[in-house]
């Protein structure tokens, strides 16, 4: 059984300056905490055979997957399908994490 836990992965900087601590990954999953600053954005990107779910923990911004965009808060998920483009804003007053 793997058990992964936030406060026991090394967190990393991004290319797009959000910060990650993946805690699983798999050829078809990826599973990671991620966090924006008020005004930041991932760069729009695609994973062409994993699947994400993004789950909004704290604060809130807007999810775009392949053109369609929708605000996500707290408490909310989202599956990104392997090769869809998606981006999430946080356009909060208050730290993203997801």
């Not at 406060?7 to 924006?36: F, M, P």
């Not at 008020?38 to 053109?67: F, L, N």
């Amino acid at each position: 059984m793997e058990v992964s836990s936030p406060n026991r992965v090394e967190a990393y900087v991004t290319k797009d300056g959000s910060t990650i601590r993946e805690l699983h990954a798999t050829t078809l999953q990826s599973l990671a905490e991620a966090t924006l600053e008020p005004g930041q954005a991932t760069e729009r990107h695609y994973h062409a055979t994993s699947e994400e779910i993004y789950v909004v923990t704290k604060g809130s911004g807007e999810m775009e997957v392949e053109g369609e965009t929708r605000r996500v808060v707290r408490g909310d998920s989202v599956l990104i399908p392997a090769g869809a483009f998606h981006q999430l804003e946080n356009n909060g007053t208050s730290e993203l994490v997801f």
